[in-house]
């Protein structure tokens, strides 16, 4: 089962808080006052300090005021309440804009902002960034060693482009190195004859204002790639100097849902953890709750996957409603407990909110929080929180175990980039993202973990892999898919594979190219993009059919068993389901797109071939397994309003602290967690994380003894209900005599 990775030893448990912004209420003692009481009751844990915080912590140049925060720091920790800590990089103070305007972004326009808003200024800015860099010194220096802090974050959803002069120089510079100073291997990737576009120098190349060159592919991708390695370069040097000032104290961003803007798999290698910001639209009227939840567990999936092996955070969600949806409707009750929950089966040791409390005036004085502005721990809201806060302490065990997978998705970046970017298919119908989305949820429905990793990433952990729509295929992916197959793996590719390498080049010869025409013995000579009224459909010797919408490719088949033929059009009868025996392992080729859900008998025959158990469910069930430290946790949650009842589940249901030998029923929204082996006791290597080097440091440290040995901190060691979950052997909580649960 492996060791577990706890992330935060001084917490114990699973993260439960979110952004805090006592700078809004600092003329509020009264409102401040009520707000660590309160937490206590939330069974908040951990907050984040800081976003957004700069003008106040530095209200006019180099003036740093700080005693604000710090008193609110040791508050929390004397209430054994943890900090995450912001830097303020996220949104600029109005002294900043006026005196630097050349931190302010430039838009595709050509135009400089100005000052407001957010989010907005030049990550070339050596003024900004030198600005960030004092002002993140400072921080470091004053709260790096202070005993609640536990994990920087950096800035706040980075994203964006700028198009200033620094910018397109930082480019053109970014593309001499890449096309190792020669102008001419650039024009030839490029294929910049096309239309009378040579360059003949770095310094003629210009990104794709909205005005200008916006018609060569690899340009338009180079510009996304460069600014992921800008954006990247930014958080680098927060983050340099947060390490040196504050060496030990790990760092995290928070990423946007499937944002496009950014490589997010070029950032997670620089940061110790992954967290995200989850904002799902619950119950919109454009898809079922269920699709809503399992769209939603699909991003928890990508965030899970760019750093396998440990747990990430769910460092946002919203307490009952979003103000920025195009309708903000409000979660129906018991959604707050199943969404949380769902982080936390996907692999995610915290459930964060944005936000505590609802800021009075501006932008987000509607977003939801857990204080309301009627200001009581007696709202709907509050309660639940406070629900899921408990839970959350009784599945303090759960924490540092992770989600293993034996099948993986590949997902990239640069292919959604480049398959929204080329000039093919349909305009509306391309859809790269829901084709993934669509198998990994078919995977999820039978039960099976699935990563969602880069086609470059290593494939030694999988038996089987799909790969949608990998149009674009970077240097090495082809051999690596080759001997993925050659040890064994079962491989799914699909129309649209393989056209273009990282450059946007066709591949000559046949698509799909890198050698995988020979992987699959096919070679697709045609694509067929339909119209929306437009069918067709594939059969199978057996009869089995399948329905075809939006595109078919037209294969050339040279060594590989044809499993189903087109049976409309005139291209009726022909290949557009194939296999081939490669190695020790099977590659398989769909050449049309078909809805996943009728894909399914052939995704089981992939599992089954390579000895993966399903985990037959109901339709409404999502189902996740955590594992490390000797124990096993499996995560049943019901999307449906009507009960469900799943069969097969023995052992220790937590939830409801009760043992289930069978059937195991979820009422609506019902979630169970069922423990194998020895979750509840304290496993050894999670005693040593916690006596760890760092801990023990800080621990003798004079000046910090007196914090570290907190009434709180003791309170809570000795706290009953906790220590009853040590010492308790499971042996004695299965004892209790086997029921049904009620989600
Ligand atoms: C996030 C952002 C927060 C807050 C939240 C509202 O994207 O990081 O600061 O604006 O959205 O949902």
Known sequence: MGEKKILFPKIKGLLHGGDYNPEQWLDRPDILEEDIPMMKKAGINCVTLGVFSWSVCEPVEGEYHFDWLEKVMDDLYEAGIYTVLSTPSGARPAWLDEKYPEAMRVNKQGLRARHGVRHNHCMSSPIYREKAAAIDHALAKRFGKHPGLVLWHLSNEMGGECYCPLCVKKFQEYLWEKFDHDIEKLNHAWWTTFWSHRYNGFEQVEPPFANGEGSIMGLNLEWKRFTTRN?????????????EAAPGIPATTNFMMLYNGLDYREFAPRLDLVSWDCYPRFHNDGETFRDTMLDNAFQHGVMRSLKKGQPYLMMESAPGLVNWHPYNKLQRPGVHRLAGMQAVASGSDSVQYFQWRKSRGSFEQYHGAVVDHLGTDDTRIFQEAAG????????????????????????????????????ALGEQSKKYERVCMDIWREFAGLGVEMDIVGSDSPLEDY?????????????????????????????????????????????????????LKELFGVVSEEIDTLYPSDRNSVRFEDGREWEVREYAERLRVSDARVLARYTADFYQGEPAVTCREAGKGRAYYVA????????????????KRAGIPLRPLPASVEYHVREGGGARYEFYLNHSEEAAAVKDVHGLELVGDRYVDGELTLGKYGVAVICRGSGLEQGPEEKGLEQGPEEKGLEQDPEEKGLEQGPEEKGLEQDPEEKGLEQCPEEKRLEQGSEEIKG
Not at 231 to 243: I, Q, R, S, Y
């Open 388 to 423: 899921l806060g408990s839970l959350l302490k009784k599945l303090a065990p759960v924490s540092g175990t992770v989600v293993r997978a034996r099948t993986a998705l590949l997902f990239d970046w640069d292919n959604r980039w480049a398959i929204a970017d080329s000039k």
């Open 592 to 607: 049309a797109r078909c809805a996943a859900a009728s894909m399914r008998e052939l995704f089981e025959e992939l599992l």
């Open 463 to 515: 038996d089987v892999v799909a790969a949608p729509m990998l149009y674009l295929l970077k240097p090495g992916v082809g051999k690596s898919l080759t001997e993925f197959t050659e040890r064994g793996g079962q491989l799914l590719a699909t129309y649209f594979t393989g056209y273009v390498d990282e450059n946007l080049l066709c591949f000559l010869g046949g698509f799909p190219g890198e050698g």
């Open 231 to 243: 954006t990247l370069d930014f958080m680098e040097g927060e983050l340099a100097v947060l390490k």
